[in-house]
């Protein structure tokens, strides 16, 4: 009779167990029919359904599977922030729920300014310090400002100070599983007076900050004195002035040769050279006698004391010389075909040795202070070192540069260390040893570089000053072996700087362009003991021994 009144048996309620939730769905119909007794179902007229009695309490191993299910669906539920602030906008949530197949993260629904905590696992690294993670703080270029250098010496230095606090070593390598290989038996000879040590203290370091400001504040922004240099030729591969030992600058301006006396002020006429222009200058090495090579391949000797020129040197080449260079009484020039000759001054038939060595033109041609090598440099991007002693094959050559290879320069401090410069698509500074011929160092100078000199500045030590043409018409200096740029003067010439030279006690250097002017700018330092026996010798240098040894015919 109940069941046909729609109305449930009365039944016992079963206990509560853990399988309570497997009789959702019967309840569930006995509520439906109690809350609509009027509405009749298809259950109404079935008969009621026999439920199965539960055991009292579940199995050990099904009560774990049950906990286990609890807490994967925990996982899944919507997680609480942490740290969430009270004032928290929630405009940005968006309320559009997450496509199917893809979880989404709480956090992923707010912008980086909301979220406190990202994750976990993962820490904020918002406010975190870079430190040695960031390579440009760490070692800036070497051609960047001198005060970028200066800040990142700085930080380096506070490491240092905060790792000896602490007794450790910064230059110690946390993972190491082979013991430091041992010193070298012999010294590296790369500097004579300097010990194996000190370079290994000095490489790769930075300049203290204090040295590199005061250096930078010592660069002029001026020059010292302007000359006028009129018609001057405008042409990358030309060596068209130089300072001799006895003070006296000597330029080329077309066909004409004029020499500026730097210690009274006084400038002269030398010589025109009728119809043919003036390429390369070269002085010898006591600064009695001026070469100039022509772009008729005949190279001129004259004599600075009388004004009169001794001789006309014919080498059979055909095309201009654009560089020479002086060794006691022989004269080495480079010919536009990649050719070198060598000619002995004292006797008339001069021409002692002809050398392929290059397959275009040569522009640079520079000898050793010892006289034991000289190098040349040519428009085929090689670098060639030879042996001057018996003027053979060339001892190594370097093809590492991509242009035009003119700036070359001998350290005067070490004989083994040369530095070379290339020109527009190669813009960096190489530097050798030539006793092993391997590149021990490199700069990029991110401009076409025309000369090369080395220098001594107090506190920073040695130094090689660099003059540039396009684009930036800038004079750099670096400080060795450190490659830290110490100093920068920007826009030195409104044109490209075709030539650089120092003064004879290093202190001075001379600069000629295309806008033509003649500029001297105060660099360096006096360098005493590297000077003091040069500066003897010039003192009691009249002229007279040097000529006795050339007699030139």
Same mark, same amino acid.
């Given at each position: 009779?109940?069941?046909? /009144?729609?109305?449930?048996?009365?039944?016992?309620?079963?206990?509560?167990?853990?399988?309570?939730?497997?009789?959702?769905?019967?309840?569930?119909?006995?509520?439906?029919?109690?809350?609509?007794?009027?509405?009749?179902?298809?259950?109404?007229?079935?008969?009621?359904?026999?439920?199965? @009695?539960?055991?009292?309490?579940?199995?050990?191993?099904?009560?774990?599977?049950?906990?286990?299910?609890?807490?994967?669906?925990?996982?899944?539920?919507?997680?609480?922030?942490?740290?969430?602030?009270?004032?928290?906008?929630?405009?940005?949530?968006?309320? !559009?729920?997450?496509?199917?197949?893809?979880?989404?993260?709480?956090?992923?629904?707010?912008?980086?300014?909301?979220?406190?905590?990202?994750?976990?696992?993962?820490?904020?690294?918002?406010?975190?310090?870079?430190?040695?993670?960031?390579?440009?703080?760490?070692?800036?270029?070497?051609?960047?400002?001198?005060?970028?250098?200066?800040?990142?010496?700085?930080?380096?230095? #506070?490491?240092?100070?905060?790792?000896?606090?602490?007794?450790?070593?910064?230059?110690?390598?946390?993972?190491?599983?082979?013991?430091?290989?041992?010193?070298? !038996?012999?010294?590296?000879?790369?500097?004579?007076?300097?010990?194996?040590?000190?370079?290994?203290?000095?490489?790769?370091?930075?300049?203290?900050?204090?040295?590199? /400001?005061?250096?930078?504040?010592?660069?002029?922004?001026?020059?010292?004195?302007?000359?006028?240099?009129?018609?001057?030729?405008?042409?990358? #591969?030309?060596?068209?002035?130089?300072?001799?030992?006895?003070?006296?600058?000597?330029?080329?301006?077309?066909?004409?040769?004029?020499?500026?006396?730097?210690?009274?002020?006084?400038?002269?006429?030398?010589?025109?050279?009728?119809?043919?222009?003036?390429?390369?200058?070269?002085? !010898?090495?006591?600064?009695? #006698?001026?070469?100039?090579?022509?772009?008729?391949?005949?190279?001129?000797?004259?004599?600075?004391?009388?004004?009169?020129?001794?001789?006309?040197?014919?080498?059979?080449?055909?095309?201009?010389?654009?560089?020479?260079?002086?060794?006691?009484?022989?004269?080495?020039?480079?010919?536009?075909?990649?050719?070198?000759?060598?000619?002995?001054?004292?006797?008339?038939?001069?021409?002692?040795?002809?050398?392929?060595?290059?397959?275009?033109?040569?522009?640079?041609?520079? #000898?050793?202070?010892?006289?034991?090598?000289?190098?040349?440099?040519?428009?085929?991007?090689?670098?060639?070192?030879?042996?001057?002693?018996?003027?053979?094959?060339?001892?190594?050559?370097?093809?590492?540069?991509?242009?035009?290879?003119?700036?070359?320069?001998?350290?005067?401090?070490?004989?083994?260390?040369?530095?070379?410069?290339?020109?527009?698509?190669?813009?960096?500074?190489?530097?050798?040893?030539?006793?092993?011929?391997?590149?021990?160092?490199?700069?990029?100078?991110?401009?076409?570089?025309?000369?090369?000199?080395?220098?001594?500045?107090?506190?920073?030590?040695?130094?090689?000053?660099?003059?540039?043409?396009? @684009?930036?018409?800038?004079?750099? /200096?670096?400080?060795?072996?450190?490659?830290?740029?110490?100093?920068e003067i920007v826009q030195a010439h409104d044109s490209r700087i075709l030539n650089g030279c120092l003064s004879p006690d290093g202190t001075t250097l001379a600069t000629v362009s295309g806008d033509e002017n003649l500029k001297f700018w105060s660099l360096f330092d006096y360098y005493k003991q590297a000077r003091a026996d040069g500066e003897e010798e010039l003192a009691s240098?009249?002229?007279?021994?040097?000529?006795?040894?050339?007699?030139?015919?």
């Amino acid at each position: 009779m109940l069941t046909i /009144l729609g109305l449930p048996p009365k039944q016992q309620k079963p206990p509560k167990t853990p399988f309570h939730d497997s009789t959702v769905n019967a309840v569930t119909m006995d509520n439906l029919r109690l809350a609509n007794p009027g509405k009749r179902t298809l259950d109404t007229f079935l008969p009621p359904r026999k439920r199965v @009695p539960m055991p009292k309490q579940a199995p050990p191993f099904l009560q774990a599977l049950l906990l286990r299910l609890k807490s994967l669906l925990a996982d899944f539920a919507r997680p609480k922030l942490l740290h969430m602030p009270s004032a928290m906008p929630l405009a940005r949530m968006s309320m !559009s729920p997450p496509k199917p197949g893809k979880l989404r993260r709480l956090t992923s629904l707010l912008t980086p300014q909301e979220a406190t905590t990202l994750d976990r696992f993962i820490p904020s690294r918002k406010n975190a310090t870079p430190g040695k993670l960031n390579a440009a703080t760490e070692r800036p270029h070497p051609n960047a400002l001198p005060q970028t250098h200066i800040k990142a010496q700085t930080c380096k230095i #506070y490491q240092h100070h905060v790792a000896e606090a602490c007794g450790l070593d910064v230059n110690s390598r946390i993972l190491s599983y082979r013991p430091l290989p041992p010193d070298r !038996s012999k010294p590296l000879d790369l500097f004579s007076h300097i010990t194996h040590d000190t370079l290994r203290k000095t490489s790769g370091r930075s300049l203290r900050p204090s040295l590199a /400001l005061e250096r930078a504040k010592k660069i002029p922004t001026a020059p010292e004195r302007v000359l006028d240099a009129p018609s001057i030729v405008d042409d990358f #591969y030309l060596n068209l002035v130089l300072w001799s030992l006895t003070n006296l600058i000597v330029i080329g301006l077309e066909d004409a040769v004029y020499v500026w006396n730097a210690s009274t002020g006084s400038v002269g006429l030398l010589c025109e050279t009728q119809g043919s222009l003036v390429l390369s200058l070269r002085w !010898s090495d006591d600064g009695l #006698y001026i070469s100039i090579g022509k772009d008729d391949g005949l190279v001129e000797i004259w004599d600075i004391e009388t004004n009169s020129r001794l001789r006309t040197l014919s080498s059979g080449a055909t095309g201009r010389v654009a560089a020479h260079c002086w060794l006691l009484h022989l004269l080495t020039q480079g010919s536009k075909e990649g050719s070198l000759y060598h000619s002995d001054v004292r006797v008339s038939s001069h021409l002692v040795g002809k050398r392929d060595a290059h397959v275009a033109e040569i522009c640079g041609v520079e #000898y050793r202070g010892d006289g034991q090598q000289f190098l040349s440099g040519g428009n085929d991007n090689m670098v060639a070192i030879w042996d001057a002693r018996t003027l053979g094959d060339p001892l190594f050559q370097k093809t590492n540069h991509r242009a035009a290879v003119k700036a070359m320069a001998w350290c005067p401090y070490q004989n083994l260390l040369l530095a070379t410069g290339g020109g527009t698509s190669d813009k960096a500074i190489h530097f050798w040893n030539t006793s092993t011929g391997a590149r021990v160092n490199l700069i990029e100078t991110e401009s076409q570089i025309s000369s090369l000199n080395w220098g001594y500045a107090k506190g920073t030590g040695y130094e090689v000053v660099a003059t540039h043409g396009y @684009p930036s018409n800038s004079i750099s /200096l670096f400080n060795y072996p450190t490659l830290q740029k110490t100093g920068e003067i920007v826009q030195a010439h409104d044109s490209r700087i075709l030539n650089g030279c120092l003064s004879p006690d290093g202190t001075t250097l001379a600069t000629v362009s295309g806008d033509e002017n003649l500029k001297f700018w105060s660099l360096f330092d006096y360098y005493k003991q590297a000077r003091a026996d040069g500066e003897e010798e010039l003192a009691s240098n009249d002229g007279k021994h040097m000529g006795k040894l050339m007699n030139i015919r």
